[in-house]
DNA sequence: GAGCAATCTGTTCATTTGAACTTGCAAATC
DNA sequence: GATTTGCAAGTTCAAATGAACAGATTGCTC
């Protein structure tokens, strides 16, 4: 897709925009690669436009876009212990962000993302533990299968979500918590994408 | 620390990088604000680099650094598939990247931070799951228990470190794995401080 | 009242910077 | 042989942009 020189065009810029925070111009871009002429690099810079490696203000000074960046950062309130009804998710719920790359979290483009911090072991099948932030998108389509959080008959839980005989039910992924069949209403608040997990730093819990 | 007005000023700029992926010009800036002189914002960014809540790039356009982007954000490498000899981590072998803020994920600031994804399912029962993403430090102190990636007798893996009547062995975290015991060295290359996890979208696995 | 910090205006400069021509050459493609 | 693509150089502009200097107002403190 892009020849050898493109490429190190790409990555100057980028590796410049990561350690100084500032995209390069195209007369540092131009001495970098010891060239006689800036028009050199408008051209590389047309090129890699074209390509779709990156975006640019036009006429704005410094104002490459590049993908790295563009995609970027996606911040992501963490809606603490959830006791019931997180219809109401308001900015005090919030426990905390965490931030990280729409890309490394699967996370798409036009839904809500957000978090939860989940408490208890009920997913611990699933290989999701107490503590966890689990990371949800408010999306429409819900697959059988999906791990989600839902609104169960006024309180939020973290449950797969599985389709029997045409009714949806919660899963529970730990043989000790009961399954959730909806007595009225079953409200899929988020779907989950991802997780992040910090690790406990001196652990203690395993001794067997 | 700031007046009304100057962390207005600051919240602007901060904005415009997030949502345009570039910093304002001083002139941007003003009319904005509706000002009438430049040299107003001239001011303002004077003020807000020498309370360190900005840097700048002298005579530079738009290089302004926020914070947001200066600190917060850790860029982790990721390493992808390591037969053996991580001892040789180049940017060669670099998969991508995780961007993560150094506080959702527990990384000290002086340690060198690093991830790795993970294949096979020899920590399953640590809910360590093939796929995930294992964010590591590069520290000294090792603790009884810790999940390390180790190099041992030239190969990389991630296990438990255990140590055992004065003798440390890498203890996998499914029976069906052997422990390893090293015959020669056992050289902890990273201790796991957090793990991100992409969820499948539609997962099909779980069908009991 | 003097002094000071925060805020804003007005004006002028020197660079920086993106952009638009043009020309040249070599390799690949048709 | 003609055309296209990648790469490079030289020149010139106009606009964008950071910076400096002078002055003014307001409110607060000593």
């Known amino acids: 897709m892009l020849t050898e020189r493109q490429r190190n065009v790409l990555e100057f810029i980028q590796t410049e925009q990561r350690e100084k925070g500032v995209t390069p111009s195209t007369r540092e871009i131009q001495s970098h690669f010891g060239l006689a002429s800036q028009t050199s690099v408008m051209q590389y810079l047309a090129v890699l436009e074209r390509k779709g490696f990156i975006d640019r203000h036009a006429r704005k000074a410094r104002a490459l876009i590049t993908p790295v960046q563009k995609v970027r950062i996606t911040d992501i309130p963490i809606y603490g212990q959830i006791p019931a009804g997180m219809a109401t998710l308001t900015e005090q719920t919030i426990e905390g962000h965490v931030s990280l790359d729409a890309r ?14 989940v408490r208890g072991d009920s997913m611990i099948n699933a290989h999701i533990l107490d503590g966890d932030i689990v990371i949800l998108e408010d999306r429409k389509d819900v697959h059988n299968g999906d791990i989600v959080a839902a609104l169960i008959d006024g309180e939020t839980t973290l449950k797969r979500y599985v389709m029997e005989h045409g009714r949806p039910y919660l899963k529970a992924e730990n043989p000790l918590y009961p399954d959730l069949t909806p007595a009225r209403e079953l409200r899929v608040q988020g779907v989950m994408v991802s997780l992040v997990r910090k690790q406990a730093a001196a652990q203690r819990r395993k001794r067997n």
């Open 104 to 117: 490394s979290v699967n996370a798409s483009k036009n839904a809500r993302t957000f978090a939860l911090r």
